[in-house]
């Protein structure tokens, strides 16, 4: 079994101690380097211990990068092969297959502050849906980016006038609330608030379930309203995007600003010891055993958390979590319907696909110039259905849509089935948990927040932000 301690020279007075070192980081870029292949093996410098993040999703790298922003040494542990967490993109014959479908949303206040959108190169969706519905698509759109679609609208039969109008009232009240005020406010199922506000049954049906069921992956939408308000607000004031190079550019970024050598894919923490005293050991799947004197942030997936801090936290309130099935198809592009860039709603009530949509139509970087993507949502894991069956029931489905000559045509590519989506995320919720579990300790990820890329990166900074400050490290 080897000790690895991280160490840093000393750039700051905050770091200074002597302990041996394996790892060292360049002075310059603060760079991670085994010690055999080092410039900086000689002179020695002053050096001292670092945080150690485990997990390399939206919420360690946000975490990551803020104690990168001031100056402290860490190292990222990352299990798989790769950065993001569940905000992955594959690359399959010459798609882009993000890992289930997943959306920007552009207002998300904590990414504005870390994400160079520009290079991002985000690709627009339409604001509003198209919801199949007895027979026929019926158009839902944001009367302000889409003035007459939504006047058209009015009429339809997915809801009333008067569900229209309270649409919009519903946008100003979660308009003039703070995000704190939105996250903290007295909470119920969304359902229960929809029917507070007086909306239909009708829009409930045809429009609020399947499409935030499918942000949710809540078909029930006994999601709590604190999240609800929080999306209606983001989506009001921004757009539903996607990077042109697939999902994965988000987290990709973020990584790319962190010092070259600081994050270690492939290695998986077994546990953490707290060692009786405040500079934990992290234990990883190889037998090596890492040494951090700043302290441990763990910033993995719930489940993985209540593992690895075994019993450190409070009591986990045993709730369902979200889970479901992405499938994709390639197509000619001349077999690709519609030329729009809009999601898909099932309003009917009826079949297993949730919502849907044209990848390439939104982004066309994510296929071969002549190919279209389509990629399809189911709620839920399916677990007793094989996916050869699924991909039956969904074209056969998808062909009462669209049309069998056209479905019929599809390829399909591959099948995603994502049994940990999100945390469920039911009243009684706390999005603003405390990330300190002790000193030394501290826990991130988005069953600490709002269970969005946003509030995983809201959490990320808090954990960086609470162990500076029991470490004395930052002007509190
Ligand atoms: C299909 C899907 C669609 C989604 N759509 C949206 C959307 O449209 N908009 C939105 O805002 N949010 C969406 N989300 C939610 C969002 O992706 C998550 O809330 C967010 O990415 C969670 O980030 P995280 O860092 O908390 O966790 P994760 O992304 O789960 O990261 C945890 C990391 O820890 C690693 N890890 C686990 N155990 C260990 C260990 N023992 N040692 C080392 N590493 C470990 C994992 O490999 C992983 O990389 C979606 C999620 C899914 C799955």
């Given at each position: 079994m080897t000790t690895i301690t991280l160490s840093l020279p000393?750039?700051?007075?905050?770091?200074?101690s002597s302990s041996p070192k394996r790892f060292r980081f360049n002075t310059q870029s603060a760079q991670l380097s085994p010690s055999s292949s080092s410039?900086?093996?000689?002179?020695?410098l002053p050096k001292t211990t670092g945080v150690i993040v485990i997990g390399a999703g939206l919420a360690g790298l946000a975490a990551a990068t803020h104690l990168n922003s001031q100056n402290i040494p860490f190292l990222l542990l990352e299990?798989?092969?790769?950065?993001?967490g569940r905000v992955r993109t594959d690359i399959v014959d010459g798609f882009l297959l993000d890992r289930g479908f997943q959306i920007f949303i552009t207002a998300y206040p904590e990414a504005q502050k870390l994400l160079n959108y520009q290079s991002l190169n985000l690709q627009k969706f339409y604001s509003g849906a198209r919801i199949f519905y007895d027979g026929q698509f019926h158009t839902v759109a944001d009367p302000l980016r889409h003035f007459w679609d939504s006047a058209r609208s009015l009429?339809?039969?997915?809801?009333s006038p008067l569900d229209k109008l309270l649409i919009g009232s519903t946008r100003i009240r979660a308009l003039v609330k703070s995000d704190e005020e939105i996250l903290t406010a007295e909470e119920v199922p969304t359902i229960e608030l929809l029917k507070k506000l007086g909306f239909s049954d009708s829009i409930i049906r045809r429009f609020f379930r399947p499409f935030f069921g499918g942000i949710f992956f809540d078909p029930d939408l006994e999601t709590t309203s604190r999240l609800f308000n929080f999306i209606f607000k983001c989506l009001a004031l921004g757009d539903n995007t996607l990077p042109a190079r697939g999902i994965s550019a988000i987290p990709e970024q973020l990584a790319a600003?962190?010092?070259?050598?600081s994050i270690l894919l492939n290695s998986k923490a077994v546990s953490v010891d707290l060692d009786n005293s405040d500079s934990p050991l992290v234990r990883l799947q190889n037998g090596d055993v890492l040494k951090s004197e700043l302290g441990v942030i763990v910033a993995v997936e719930e489940p993985a958390a209540v593992h690895l801090l075994s019993g450190r936290t409070g009591p986990v309130p045993k709730k369902p979590v979200r889970s479901t099935v992405c499938l994709y198809f390639t197509a000619n592009?001349?077999?690709?319907?519609?030329?729009?860039?809009v999601l898909f709603l099932?309003?009917?009530?009826?079949?297993?696909?949730n919502n849907m949509f044209f990848v390439t139509n939104v982004?066309?970087?994510?296929?071969?110039?002549?190919k279209g993507l389509v990629s399809v949502s189911l709620i839920g894991?399916?677990?007793?259905?094989s996916d050869e069956e699924l991909v039956g029931k969904v074209v056969n489905e998808l062909s009462g849509w669209f049309g069998e000559k056209m479905v019929s045509k599809w390829n399909h590519l591959r099948t995603y089935r994502i049994g940990f989506a999100q945390p469920n995320q039911c009243p009684?919720?706390?999005?603003?948990?405390?990330?300190?579990?002790e000193s030394g300790l501290y826990v991130c990820g988005d069953h600490l927040t709002s269970a969005t890329f946003d509030g995983a990166l809201v959490s990320g900074r808090r954990a960086a932000e609470s162990l500076l400050k029991d470490r004395a490290l930052t002007a509190a």
């Open positions: 000393c750039t700051n007075p905050y770091f200074l410039p900086l093996q000689s002179p020695p299990a798989s092969d790769a950065v993001g009429t339809n039969p997915i809801g600003r962190l010092p070259s050598g592009r001349d077999q690709i319907p519609v030329p729009d860039p099932n309003g009917s009530g009826k079949g297993i696909v982004a066309p970087s994510f296929g071969p110039p002549d894991l399916f677990e007793g259905v009684p919720t706390d999005l603003k948990k405390d990330p300190r579990v």
